[in-house]
């Protein structure tokens, strides 16, 4: 079944190269049947999204990303965000221009591998401290008064709630296990943080290594926020990989998370206190998305290492 937030059936693909083209000749100078378009990425989640290789008819590389995405606030929120870091300490794909009414963003090709990839093979280590120094940097604090880490907490955890999870016993576990969660957030001390500019869907699949350097990409996310968030996203992913096949035999998810948290420098006990809570929280959200995966084995094969994981942090007995 399509995923409903997928751009296809709002655009189809021969309409999105077609104003692709026309907004690149339009930002550029450059006659519309000078481009070439090839589909690289096509994603369902959070809105959906599709990107597209540019390049100039008789060259061999790309110059250029275009990104077509479902809900046209997502190409502005992108756009500014990525506006707002350049020349920044961390590296992100250079905007060039958007269309707000056709929901299209063009930013300057990026070459290199995903970090997402690089975490998968032997020797690990390297890129996750590489994440973890770019997230450093990203992590830029922002003028804005001090905000309750129990409460942003609890706003997270309220978010996942709202999304439908399939009724029946899987559901039910996991509303206890939200509502017990809930009740130790809520009886810890407000833990006072200074908001700082957060990726939102940080995953070492958003950085890509050019040349020596991590290039941050998906940023229509990008807000204030809690540093935690950020954290708990990235350490979390590094203990469910075991999940996916290919993983090389000493992958240590535990090892790395140590290593990332290292590298990004976190330091002191209080902020460690509001991280594993943070973790928490990102677990009941995982274990939410993968009971709603669209076929058996999937949210199967998720719900299983989750578990196991909640359990390990007792959120479920």
């Given amino acids: 079944m399509r995923d409903a937030s997928d751009p296809a059936p709002v655009l189809h693909l021969r309409q999105a ?9 339009d930002r550029l100078s450059v006659p519309e049947d000078e481009w070439r378009l090839r589909l690289v990425q096509r994603r369902g989640s959070h809105g959906g999204s599709l990107v597209f290789a540019a390049r100039r008819r008789g060259e061999e590389a790309a110059s250029f990303a275009v990104k077509l995405f479902a809900r046209p606030d997502h190409a502005r929120a992108e756009f500014r965000a990525a506006a707002a870091a350049r020349g920044s300490a961390a590296a992100v794909a250079e905007p060039v221009g958007f269309d707000p009414e056709a929901g299209i963003v063009v930013s300057r090709w990026v070459e290199g591998e995903t970090m997402g990839a690089l975490v998968r093979r032997p020797g690990a280590a390297a890129p996750v401290a590489a994440c ?3 997230l450093r940097a990203f992590h830029r604090p922002l003028p804005a008064r001090p905000v309750s880490a129990r409460r942003v907490l609890l706003q997270r955890l309220a978010a996942a709630r ?4 399939r009724p029946g016993p899987e559901r039910e576990a996991w509303l206890r296990a939200a509502e017990a969660l809930a009740q130790r957030i809520g009886a810890m001390s407000p833990g006072w943080c200074w908001p700082v500019r957060i990726h939102g869907d940080f995953l070492p699949q958003n950085l890509i290594l050019s040349g020596r350097s991590p290039v941050g990409v998906d940023l229509c996310w990008v807000r204030a926020g809690s540093r935690h968030l950020d954290l708990a996203r990235m350490t979390i992913h590094l203990l469910l990989l075991p999940r996916e096949r290919g993983l090389p035999s000493d ?4 090892a790395l998370r140590h290593l990332f948290l290292r590298a990004y420098g976190l330091r002191g006990g209080q902020a460690r ?3 594993e809570a943070a973790e928490a929280v990102e677990i009941l959200v995982r274990w939410a998305s993968f009971c709603r995966e669209d076929t058996w084995h999937r949210r199967q ?8 994981l909640a359990a390990d942090r007792e959120l479920v007995r």
Avoid: N
Wanted: no cysteine.
């Fill in 273 to 275: 206190h509001w991280l």
């Fill in 132 to 134: 973890g120094r770019w």
């Fill in 162 to 165: 709202a999304e439908p999870i």
């Fill in 251 to 254: 992958y240590d998810g535990a």
């Fill in 301 to 308: 094969a998720g719900r299983d290492l989750v578990r196991a």
């Fill in 17 to 25: 190269t077609r104003l692709s083209r026309r907004i690149l000749a």
